[in-house]
Every structure is written in structure tokens, then in C-alpha cells.
């Protein structure tokens, strides 16, 4: 789900990588054919990865809706990574109430870190997607 964010901000800078190699006396032709080998590696990679993705999201976007279809009023989502031991407390940024509907991946894709989730079933009043925070004070859902 946040993986493609986290990819889109690592991608490679090539001509930081040319002038790199070119420092350490490396021909241009010889830059040249490294840079193009790895950037065909690179794409192949982002290709594999964005196939992941996109398998991921249809299997979350599924289980999101059976689960609301079999009678659930909602289902709780949260993306975290771990940086310490597993019993950290983990610090909410804030909650998002969103109706479970057709744009149900958008929102899997759009998914920020710490925040929860709440895909509710049925439509919300208001706003698609709605924050249960105001003012950082938790507001009762």
C-alpha cells in the first residue's frame, strides 16, 4: 500500500551517478554502458514492483469489501513501520473515517503513515473522506 510512495522517492540520480564515476577516471563509453545497464535493471525492477502493487491493492480492496458485504460496519487500517522493538506505542496522527466505495484504492494508495483508516459501509455525510481528528483533539466516531 504506502510502497509506492516509498519508491517514488528513491529513485536513482543518474547524473550524480555519471559525475561520480567520471571522478573516478572511468571512460565516458564506459559510464555510459554502466548507466544504461542500470537503468535497464532499475526499470525492470520498478516494473516487477508496480505489478506487486497493483496485485496487492485489488487482494486489500476485496478483502475490504467482503469484509464491510458480510456485515461489518467497518474495518480499521493502519500503516506503520516499525523502527524499534515491537511493543512500541504507536503514536496516531489521525483518523480518517472513509466511505467504502468504487474509490476504495485510491484512498489504499494514498495511505499515510500513523494514520488510522476507517473504511465504513454505506456513504458518510459530508466529505468522502472525513479526519475524526480537530485541532489534534480526537473527536468521538
Excluded: C
Excluded at 504506502?2 to 564515476?21: I, M, V
Excluded at 502493487?53 to 469489501?65: D, G, H, Q, Y
Excluded at 467482503?66 to 467497518?74: H, M
Excluded at 483518523?95 to 499515510?112: F, K, N, S, V, Y
Amino acid at each position: 500500500m504506502g510502497s509506492f510512495h516509498r519508491r517514488a522517492s528513491h529513485a536513482p540520480d543518474w547524473e550524480a551517478e555519471e559525475h561520480r564515476l567520471l571522478k573516478k577516471g572511468w571512460s565516458k563509453s564506459k559510464v555510459s554502458r554502466a548507466l544504461a545497464q542500470k537503468r535497464e535493471i532499475t526499470e525492470t525492477s520498478n516494473k516487477a514492483a508496480e505489478e506487486t502493487s497493483v496485485a496487492e491493492l485489488a487482494s486489500w480492496t476485496s478483502f475490504i469489501a467482503e469484509t464491510l458485504g458480510s456485515g461489518a460496519q467497518e474495518l480499521g487500517l493502519l500503516l506503520h513501520s516499525y523502527r524499534g522493538p515491537l511493543d512500541e506505542e504507536i503514536q496516531l496522527k489521525g483518523i480518517e473515517r472513509i466511505a467504502a466505495d468504487d474509490t476504495t484504492g485510491d484512498a489504499l494508495r494514498q495511505m499515510r503513515e500513523d494514520v488510522l483508516y476507517t473504511f465504513q459501509s454505506g456513504t458518510l455525510s459530508g466529505d468522502r473522506w472525513s479526519s475524526a481528528f480537530k485541532g489534534g483533539a480526537r473527536e468521538d466516531i
